[in-house]
């Protein structure tokens, strides 16, 4: 056994010095048998082109709460951040004016009331009078239209006493929705004027809100469904569905609403990476296992014509698919690779 494998390791060593003599390079090691059906030939396939934008986290709706009169904010029930209900009293408006006014129309409709009481008691008299002969029938007339008056006068002064009650009880300050205060610049004991807002709240579902480059904008159409940066919120989806495309443009930009599950209007205004379709291209993509990662640099095997693998380090970028990788550079369309190591791959 010693002797035939001393003259083996002799005629290689004598082979590869002859070949060194004649200038020849060493015979390269067979390359290993490559199956076909796990290679992948490289084909480019048409993709959306995204572009990154900044959405902002808002609701579809910003409900104002204000004052219905003009006086005295005597009551601020809220702060920010509360939970509101539609129709909760979140403050108190005052005005003294008011209150004396109704005061006013109240003893209005009090002396009204007793003039009432006078003019039935003489029309009782004259109808007594009127039946045993003593006074004529324009006499009984003449009373009962003066009665007829007086309960008409107590009508109107308890009609505006009512008016003057409902006009100082809309001091209160109802919420118009049900959501969450967003700001109450207005302190307790500030004066307000009819119609100013004292808090800001949040109305309707929670959207994120984009503004796209008019000359873009077109790419964008209800339902399509954009890539978030979920990571940047917690419990966010990975993609949004457009909800609304608004018609009209702001210095150059359009405006577009993406609902996406598991947004939350804890803070509007929190900034969200979006990626928006502003068109189509040509794109190399692979699914993730034939992409190896080491050191911080991506490589595939590639196999040759005549049968040989090699690694090559190309360039990647994630695609939109999930589970998959677009080569940017390093591969060409036409090239066969092999999946990556399982202790490499991606």
Same mark, same amino acid.
């Given at each position: 056994m010693r002797p035939l494998l001393t003259a083996s390791l002799l005629a290689l060593t004598l082979g590869a010095a002859a070949c060194a003599e004649r200038g020849e390079p060493p015979p390269a090691p067979k390359a290993a048998a490559v199956t076909e059906g796990a290679t992948l030939t490289l084909a480019t396939t048409t993709v959306d082109d995204l572009k990154p934008v900044a959405a902002t986290v808002t609701t579809r709706d910003m409900a104002e709460a204000r004052a219905r009169i003009g006086g005295t904010l005597t009551a601020l029930l809220v702060r920010e951040g509360d939970d509101v209900r539609e129709?909760?009293?979140?403050?108190?408006?005052?005005?003294?004016?008011?209150?004396?006014?109704? #005061?006013?129309? =109240?003893?209005?409709? %009090? @002396? /009204?009331? &007793?003039?009432?009481?006078?003019?039935? +008691?003489?029309? *009782? $008299?004259?109808?007594?009078?009127?039946?045993?002969?003593?006074?004529?029938? #324009?006499?009984? =007339?003449?009373?009962? %239209? @003066? /009665?007829? &008056?007086?309960?008409?006068?107590?009508? +109107?002064?308890? *009609? $505006?006493?009512?008016?003057?009650?409902?006009?100082?009880?809309?001091?209160?300050?109802?919420?118009?929705?049900?959501?969450?205060?967003?700001? &109450?610049?207005?302190?307790?004991g500030s004066v307000v004027a009819a119609g100013q807002s004292v808090a800001t709240l949040t109305s309707g579902q929670p959207l994120l809100r984009l503004e796209i480059p008019e000359g873009q904008a077109r790419a964008v159409k209800v339902g399509d469904r954009l890539p978030v940066a979920s990571d940047e919120v917690p419990g966010l989806a990975a993609y949004g569905t457009v909800v609304q495309v608004y018609p009209a443009i702001t210095a150059g930009q359009v405006t577009a609403d993406l609902a996406v599950e598991g947004l939350r209007a804890d803070l509007v205004g929190q900034r969200v990476g979006v990626k928006v379709k502003v068109g189509e291209r040509q794109a190399l993509i692979v699914p993730a296992r034939y992409v190896a990662r080491r050191f911080g640099l991506d490589f595939v095997r590639l196999v040759a014509p005549d049968g040989s693998v090699s690694e090559i380090a190309v360039q990647t970028a994630p695609a939109v698919q999930s589970g998959r990788v677009e080569i940017l550079s390093g591969a060409r369309p036409g090239d066969r690779l092999l999946p990556a190591l399982a202790e490499a791959a991606r």
């Open positions: 129709g909760q009293v979140i403050g108190q408006v005052s005005d003294q004016r008011l209150n004396l006014e109704t #005061a006013a129309y =109240d003893a209005q409709a %009090a @002396a /009204a009331a &007793a003039e009432a009481v006078r003019a039935e +008691a003489d029309l *009782a $008299r004259v109808q007594t009078l009127y039946d045993k002969g003593f006074y004529a029938r #324009a006499r009984l =007339d003449q009373a009962t %239209a @003066a /009665a007829k &008056a007086a309960r008409g006068q107590v009508d +109107a002064a308890q *009609a $505006r006493r009512a008016a003057s009650a409902e006009l100082g009880a809309q001091g209160a300050i109802l919420a118009p929705s049900s959501g969450r205060v967003l700001n &109450a610049p207005a302190p307790a």
